[in-house]
């Protein structure tokens, strides 16, 4: 008969798939199988076993996977028949809950549709059902020591099936059980994927009891197991059917063959007598009450709830059945007694009986104190009760019992004999006293005989002793070699029994559990000295190491001891000292000591650690005897290590192995040091396997309970204290709670293995271990490896620095790894221990920094590195931040470094932003404590790592302004080592080489090395200064003395001579004297680029005047000046001497920079400053001569704002600087060519225009010319003012106020310079101001020029005054007339041109018209302008003031029109002025038509007269267009006819080149295709006119507009077709692509302007299509489609006035396009000109 298998179920009746939808989707679906079998009704035929409710048809079913009730949700729980499954819908219920279906409604058949709610629910949910089902079972394992083992044997079974049950379940899906957060366990789970509960723990207790053999079997039962040799361990009763049957026939028995209910179980029944022919009954009929009470009274089920599980299996198994054929044995209120059941198989097995009375009696005979009687029980015990094989196996084992309980109670009867008989004075119980006579018949009398008549208790162990030997020994001593294993476990048996009954019980203790488990353990202590006592007894003979084994089996695993066992540690701890004492029954003979003294119990444990399949019992013991107290060789542990390896144990076992040592080197950790070697191995054994755990997350507990165990044994055997273990978590409390006090143990200390060496093994275990990155297992080791640095007591200082070294490469990747961890657990343990590390060697900490930011190229491990050292950084606050008698702050610069450099360094912004953002965050204490470190770190760090840190903190400095990254202390110390070495060189020793120099000797041998020499020294000295100079620019607060010490060693990197502290007189201060340099070295330029943000700097300073030298230096009041105001004497004295010529540009700009900083902000009013004057001019100077260098542009005009900026601050100081800055800036001009679109001539004209106007009135210009002025400076001057005389409105311009000034100050200079100023003045005049001179100004010219001439009078041999007279000629000879409007409307309506002055104009602007005459095209529009004005004077227009030469004017313009010649540069001027001639002749044809017509019809061969060009047309039609005049408009286009010979003309020469014409040029193309535009427009414009008149209406203006098109389109086709012809012919023009552009660009005016020459779309669209198949360019191409597109649109409204200004762009693009062609044509002509003649 089986449990419940996987395949026990109906097949294939019995197996049913569902599906079921899941809740986070409808599309998802599962499949759940359920396996059952139906079962028979048991109700007699004709009565339907079958439940039928609201269309259900309900049958009982067995469940063989776990499944859930459709009602209530819960599940079926039970072994059989556990609830109703509907045969149509295949749903499951619980029949209770199908009986309450008049209270709850129970859905229809089939109307219920299978989701996830009918196979899930909660693993809580779950439970609490299990509970609920098995609840009064469940009660009955709290008190599981009461459990008899038939009713463990069940519940076992019970609980073991039920498991089964559920497991199917759960693979085959029929119940989902959602774990504890929420995920369900799927289909394909392993059992050990579900949470454990209460029937995992049931199942695996009562099978640990049954498994212990602690509970044994009833009478009836275990004679059963005897007579089949049945292991009752190993057996079940629940499926055994031979089983079943022996208990049903027992069941079944008459009540008279059991004992009476007085009679004990331990005791062998004696039978009455019978009655011969009386038979035994068996009952086939009887009540339930009786098979429960038969049940009780013979197999020793007690329990009700047991009985019932019991018999409802074998009413179920069909054992026996109910008389009334229900199909349920217990249904609810009924009364056992009133149930009948019948039992339908016969049984028939016999029954045996033994005889009890003369094994009582030997039991009674040992019991009692009186020896007489003990010797009568031995009597008959060797006499009828011998052990031979015929002899019971029952019958020995108590008989056994008696014998080692009379051993055993040996001191118990010596105690009541000492207190009953001793010390009363009474005789001793069966002992013979020496006046009594001996016994007959025997004639040795094996009790002792006392020497003298006065008893004692010796004499009574003396007795017994006899007893033992001469009785006891031999009758065991026989049993023992019947069955040497049968013998060793009755002996332990009596032994464990004889323990348990004598040991008292604490019945006040509160905490029971704990008195239970410590009993317990006191328990198996008595045990084992009970067992010792036999073995010093000799009644173990061959068997003490079976015993010991055999106790060793029974210890409680799961206890641990909480006080010394002393029989444990006796036993495990001899030393042979020979001071225990022992029993008093002890044999003292050399025998009883060889029994213990040979016993090895280490031996035992050994022997079955040996064996595979008992390894791990053997690690339990270890584990239990380490926590006693006893003292576990390290070897034991080196081979339980070997056999894990052996055996390839389990993580569980490695566990354990560990916790044993801990707790063996919790007690004792001296001696112990050789055990570190078994961690390693353990460690290099297990490590792969836990790593990948780890990977897996998988078994995670026992992975970091094993690293926890061994780690913490290694600091234990390190020397690290007990308190700092629990304190930091490594050892929790409760695992050492319950280990003896090791005061108590009193064990010896052991010699210490000298030295400890960490094996590297086990540092590479971690290393993978941490690289895993598993947060709990990091925080073991990081604390590991802290304690290990920090708190090893056994390792000296330089041993811990010895095992940095040999491992630092892992403990620096540790160190890594512990920072990518969030958990404050580690905080200051990651802490310490990296600082630790890195405080012996940074080199392998920084290969990592150095892989990670340089070499790899990940980002986000990069942004996982930064968030990693920012961590680091925010420990620098730490209390952990520290390691004592080290000067750890340097070596923790390198975080510092990659972190900040990731600020500019790193390509990803995103990690840029995020240092920046997170650096933002730190407070001032982090910049302070950082700071600290890197004061440390320099002056002990080699001279190329200085270098590094001083570049990196130079670099950092722009990002943390306000940071003082050194200190000055540092940085003054750094200056005065370098002042030592350059003095002194490396081969001195400070005042120990002044001793040796008094003998003649020097502390070096070495040559002697000059520090200047070597390039690093001066990268640091340019670096130290460099990032000095940065702090104090951003306001570091700097006292006086570094500020000084600093502005020394800058003057010397800068290579100035003779650098030294001069003291003041008062000797409380001091300045800096320094010499003259030849050139800054090229190592000191970088210090240059500092000075213009040193100068610039806004921060106050004290500077006293005795810091800064000079006349003032014996003064020490200080002055509130800006910090950079100490060092602009080196600034000046830079500049001065520089050439800047030679020097790097961005050396010579940050100089120059710096100057003009200075001259802006610093005071040199201020005592300390006012002596730096001069030197301040002269560096101004200096400057200047720049400009005249062939130098960057930069450079030019920095020094053009330096020299302003000297101007505007102090250039009241000093007129010199003034005179040479013009001078010097105009030959700066002369020598940039004049060029006006410079960027450095206009600056350079600005300032001198701005130096000039500033002080125009203060006599500048005089002191120019007071040195004769050369005429480029002049011309400089002249285009200077005349640019100010533009901008000038209404105001005096420059050049007046300059002439002006020195003609008034020309007189007040003496003798020597007045020459040279009136020579000036007369080329002044004659240069640059000699036109537009004002009355006014003509007026004081003459009053000065007399003031001169009357000074020049004081000595006319000594000047000339011929400059005078010419001054005063060019004044009146270009000052004669003036061409502003107002004066000549004046002169024409007051003077009536009495003097010809109107007459000389207007001839000018005929002679200009007519080109006779170079008048500028500006000239004539001007004039032309004003005759055009409609309100030139007084009201009256032009026209009417000059009508009597406006029709010879007209006749000029039409001839400027017609004449014109090309020009080769395309001038706006010309174009107005043509566009002004159109506007004069369409003025007069408003009044007279006649010059206008004569010039149009007139045959032009009898005239002379040349024809007007189209350009000339296209002129006079967009003036027409841009005016309002109306008579002109319709006068051009009358005259259309005129202009049509001269199209057809002007586009027939691109056939026929006629003789003297160079063809059609593509300014030709254009303005013929301007003219069809114009003309369109001008025949709108007319119509307009015509409709606002009332003469005309729109058809007229379509017809005009279609005459014009059909006479202007055919000749602009004809090139089309010609054009044809020659891309045919292979020959295509250049103007090809223009005319086809000017044919899209027409089509586009047409339809923009609505033309009714649109209409005809067909031919537009041809036009286009074959314009298009010739168009070579895609740009062409595609704007003649895009033309195309747009004919099929509606147009645009665009407006008149719009389409205008479109077409005189038109006009001014063809005019630019024809300058053009004429240049090419002139340098074509002028080329084949230079060529020679063929000949």
């Not at 030298?1109 to 950079?1124: C, D, K, M, Q, R």
């Not at 000036?1320 to 005049?1325: A, G, P, Q, S």
Request: aromatic letters at 8%; glycine letters at 4%; a negative charge.
């Amino acid at each position: 008969m089986c449990g419940v298998h996987f395949d026990c179920y109906d097949y294939p009746e019995g197996s049913h798939l569902s599906e079921y939808t899941l809740s986070e989707g409808a599309n998802l679906q599962k499949v759940a199988v359920y396996r059952f079998c139906n079962l028979v009704s048991t109700k007699p035929e004709g009565v339907s076993g079958e439940v039928s409710v609201e269309g259900h048809l309900f049958g009982l079913v067995n469940i063989f996977t776990l499944c859930l009730c459709f009602m209530c949700r819960k599940p079926l729980w039970g072994l059989s028949a556990q609830g109703l499954k509907c045969a149509r819908c295949n749903l499951f219920a619980h029949c209770s809950c199908i009986r309450r279906h008049a209270d709850v409604a129970i859905p229809h058949c089939q109307s219920m549709t299978m989701d996830a709610t009918h196979v899930s629910l909660g693993w809580m949910d779950l439970r609490d059902s299990f509970k609920d089902h098995y609840q009064q079972v469940l009660t009955l394992l709290n008190n599981r020591a009461r459990l008899t083992y038939e009713e463990l044997s069940i519940l076992h079974s019970t609980f073991w099936t039920q498991l089964q049950i559920m497991n199917n379940g759960l693979i085959l899906g029929s119940v989902v059980v959602k774990r504890r957060n929420g995920t369900a366990i799927i289909a394909s789970m392993k059992e050990n994927e579900l949470d454990e509960f209460e029937i995992h723990t049931a199942a695996r207790s009562v099978e640990s009891l049954l498994s212990s053999n602690t509970p044994t079997p009833s009478p009836a039962l275990q004679e059963y197991f005897l007579s089949n040799r049945i292991s009752s361990a190993e057996h079940s009763i629940f499926y055994d059917w031979p089983t079943l049957t022996y208990i049903t026939s027992v069941l079944k028995a008459s009540d008279d063959t059991w004992p009476s209910p007085t009679a004990s179980f331990g005791l062998l029944s004696v039978a009455g007598p019978e009655a011969e022919n009386e038979l035994k009954t068996s009952f086939q009929t009887t009540s339930m009450g009786r098979i429960r009470d038969a049940l009780g009274r013979g197999l020793s089920v007690y329990s009700d709830d047991v009985a019932r599980i019991f018999l409802c299996h074998m009413y179920e198994s069909g054992l026996f059945e109910r008389a009334d054929r229900t199909e349920h044995l217990f249904n609810n209120g009924e009364d056992p007694a009133l149930i009948e059941c019948s039992f339908a198989l016969p049984f028939g097995l016999d029954e045996s009986a033994d005889v009890e009375h003369i094994v009582a009696s030997v039991e009674s005979c040992l019991c009692d104190l009186d020896l007489s009687v003990n010797e009568a029980g031995f009597l008959l015990l060797v006499r009828r009760l011998w052990p031979n094989e015929m002899t019971s196996d029952y019958a020995r084992v108590r008989l056994c019992g008696s014998i080692i309980t009379w051993i055993l109670a040996e001191d118990e009867n010596l105690a009541s004999i000492l207190r009953d008989y001793v010390a009363r004075g009474r005789p001793l119980p069966g002992v013979r006293s020496r006046l009594e006579g001996r016994s007959w018949p025997s004639p040795h009398d094996p009790r002792h005989t006392p020497q003298s008549s006065t008893n004692n208790g010796g004499d009574y162990v003396a007795c017994r002793r006899a007893l033992l030997h001469q009785y006891a020994t031999g009758w065991l001593l026989a049993l023992h070699n019947l069955d040497m294993n049968a013998y060793a476990c009755v002996i332990y048996d009596i032994c464990a029994e004889f323990a348990h009954d004598n040991s008292p019980e604490d019945i006040m203790t509160q905490d029971r559990a704990a008195t239970d488990r410590g009993g317990e353990l006191a328990h198996h202590d008595d045990c084992l000295r009970l067992i010792i006592k036999l073995a010093q007894a000799s009644v173990t003979f061959a068997i003490p190491e079976d015993l010991i084994l055999l106790w060793l089996q029974h210890v409680p695993a799961e206890c641990r001891p909480t006080k010394p066992l002393p029989t444990i540690l006796r036993l495990f701890n001899r030393e042979g000292d020979g001071t225990h004492r022992y029993s008093s029954v002890a044999d003292p003979s050399v025998l009883a000591n060889s029994a213990l003294t040979g016993l090895d119990p280490w031996s035992i444990v050994m022997g079955v650690a040996k064996q595979k399949d008992q390894f791990r019992q053997s690690l339990h013991w270890l584990s239990f005897l380490a926590a006693a107290g006893v003292d576990v060789p390290v070897h034991v542990y080196s081979q339980f290590s070997s056999f894990v390896s052996q055996y390839t144990a389990s993580l569980e076992d490695s566990v354990t192995l560990a916790q044993a040592a801990l707790e063996s080197t919790w007690l004792k950790s001296l001696g112990h040091q050789r055990l570190q070697g078994m961690i390693v191995d353990l460690h290099s054994l297990l490590a792969k396997g836990l790593i990948q755990r780890m990977r897996t997350c998988t078994s995670m507990p026992l992975v970091c309970s094993f690293i926890r165990y061994s780690l913490s044994v290694c600091l234990l055997l390190f020397g690290c204290e007990r308190k700092s273990l629990l304190s930091c978590g490594l050892v929790k409390d409760e695992e050492v709670r319950h280990l003896p006090s090791r005061r108590k143990l009193n064990a010896r200390a052991s010699a210490m293995v000298d030295p400890i060496i960490v094996d590297a093994r086990l540092i590479n275990c971690l290393r993978g271990y941490v690289e895993c990155a598993v947060e709990e297992v990091s925080i073991i080791i990081a604390k590991f490896l802290d304690m290990l640095v920090k708190e090893a007591a056994l390792l000296e200082s330089y041993e811990v620095d010895n095992f940095i070294l040999k491992n630092e490469e892992a403990l620096c990747l540790c160190a890594w790894k512990f920072y990518e961890l969030q958990s404050h657990d580690i905080a200051n343990a990651r802490t310490s221990f990296l600082l630790r590390v890195l405080v012996v060697d940074t080199q392998p900490f920084r290969a990592i920094l150095q892989h990670v930011f340089e070499e790899s190229g990940n980002w986000e491990s990069r942004f996982q590195a930064v968030a990693c050292l920012f961590r680091m950084i925010l420990d620098v606050t730490s209390p952990s931040f520290m390691v004592e008698d080290r000067q750890f702050r340097s070596s923790f610069i390198d975080v510092f470094h990659y972190y900040f450099r990731a600020l500019w360094a790193d390509e990803k912004e995103e990690i840029r932003l995020t240092v920046d953002t997170w650096s933002k965050t730190l407070l001032p204490v982090h910049f302070d404590a950082i700071a600290t470190c890197w004061n440390e770190a320099l002056p002990k760090i080699p001279v190329g790592q200085r270098v590094e840190l001083i570049a990196f903190l130079v670099q950092l400095r722009p990002h943390f302004p306000e940071w003082q990254v050194l200190s000055w202390d540092v940085i003054v110390e750094m200056i005065l080592e370098d002042d030592y070495l350059q003095k002194n060189g490396n081969n001195e020793d400070g005042p120990a080489s002044a001793h040796l120099s008094m003998y003649g000797l020097s502390s070096r041998d070495s040559t002697f090395i000059n520090a200047d020499t070597d390039p690093d020294m001066s990268l640091v000295r340019v670096a130290i200064v460099i990032l000095s100079l940065q702090m104090i620019a951003n306001g570091i607060a700097v006292d006086i003395a570094a500020l000084l010490r600093i502005k020394t060693q800058l003057l010397k990197i800068l290579g100035f001579a003779d650098v030294s502290l001069i003291p003041a007189l008062s000797g409380h201060a001091f300045h800096v004297r320094f010499g003259d340099f030849i050139e800054i070295p090229e190592s000191a330029l970088p210090c240059i680029s500092e000075l213009p943000a040193l100068f610039d700097a806004f921060h106050p300073f004290d500077l006293a005047p005795s810091a800064m030298g000079g006349p003032y230096s014996h003064e020490e009041t200080p002055a509130n000046l800006l910090v950079g105001s100490a060092f602009v004497d080196v600034l000046l004295a830079l500049v001065v001497k520089q050439d800047f010529s030679n020097m790097p540009v961005g050396t010579a700009r940050h100089l120059m920079e710096a100057l003009l900083i200075v001259i802006y902000k610093h005071d040199f009013d201020s005592r300390p400053l006012r002596h730096l004057m001069p030197d301040l001019r002269h560096a101004v100077r200096h400057v200047m001569d720049v400009l005249l260098m062939d130098v960057a542009y930069e450079l030019r005009r920095l020094s053009v704002s330096i020299c302003n900026a000297y101007i505007k601050c102090w250039g009241v100081t000093s007129t010199h600087i003034l005179v040479d800055s013009i001078e010097i800036a105009a030959k700066a001009i002369e020598l940039l060519n004049h060029n006006g679109e410079d960027a450095l001539v206009i600056q350079i004209r600005s300032f001198i225009e701005t130096t000039l106007t500033m002080r125009a009135r203060g006599g500048i210009f005089n002191a120019l010319c007071k040195q004769p002025l050369d005429t480029n400076f002049l011309r400089v001057l002249r285009d200077i003012t005349d640019a100010n005389a533009k901008t000038v409105r209404n105001e005096e311009t420059l050049r007046e106020v300059l002439l002006f000034d020195t003609l008034g100050r020309a007189h007040e200079n003496d003798r020597r310079h007045l020459q040279v100023v009136v020579n000036n003045l007369n080329r002044y005049v004659e240069i640059v101001h000699h036109e537009d001179c004002t009355s006014e100004l003509m007026y004081q010219v003459g009053q000065f020029l007399g003031n001169i001439t009357r000074r020049l009078a004081e000595a006319p041999d000594a000047y000339d005054p011929s400059p005078m007279f010419l001054l005063a000629a060019t004044l009146i000879e270009h000052n004669r007339a003036r061409s502003h409007v107002s004066l000549l409307t004046r002169l024409a309506s007051r003077l009536g041109d009495a003097n010809g002055i109107i007459g000389s104009i207007l001839g000018t602007l005929s002679d200009g018209l007519r080109g006779r005459g170079r008048v500028t095209p500006q000239t004539l529009t001007s004039i032309l302008e004003i005759l055009s004005l409609a309100d030139a004077f007084d009201g009256r227009s032009g026209r009417s003031l000059f009508s009597d030469y406006i029709m010879g004017i007209a006749e000029d313009a039409l001839h400027y029109l017609s004449s014109s010649p090309a020009s080769t540069v395309y001038s706006d001027a010309g174009f107005a002025c043509a566009r002004a001639a159109a506007r004069m002749i369409m003025e007069t044809t408003e009044d007279n038509a006649e010059p206008f017509l004569k010039q149009v019809t007139a045959p032009s061969d009898k005239t002379g007269r040349q024809p007007l060009s189209i350009r000339s047309w296209n002129v006079l039609l967009v003036t027409a267009l841009c005016t309002d005049l109306k008579a002109s408009s319709r006068l051009l286009l009358d005259n259309f006819p005129t202009f049509l010979v001269m199209y057809h003309r002007c586009l027939k020469s691109y056939h026929i080149a006629e003789p003297g014409t160079i063809g059609l040029t593509g300014a030709d193309v254009n303005y013929a295709y301007i003219s069809i535009k114009l003309w369109l427009l001008l025949a709108h414009r007319v119509s307009s006119i015509r409709e606002e008149t009332g003469a005309a209406s729109s058809n007229k203006e379509d017809a005009t507009s279609r005459m014009l098109w059909n006479d202007l389109w055919p000749p602009f086709e004809h090139l089309l077709a010609a054009f044809e012809e020659d891309a045919q012919l292979g020959s295509i023009p250049a103007t090809g692509a223009l005319i086809l552009s000017s044919i899209a660009d027409l089509f586009m005016f047409l339809h923009q302007s609505r033309s009714v020459v649109m209409l005809d779309t067909a031919l537009n669209v041809e036009v286009l299509t074959r314009a298009r198949a010739l168009a070579k360019n895609e740009t062409l191409a595609n704007k003649l489609s895009r033309v195309l597109r747009t004919m099929s649109e509606p147009a645009e409204d665009i407006s008149t006035e719009a389409l205008v200004k479109q077409v005189v762009a038109d006009l001014v693009a063809t005019e630019k396009l024809q300058a053009l062609e004429v240049r090419r044509r002139d340098a074509g002509k002028a080329a084949y000109e230079k060529k020679p003649e063929r000949r």
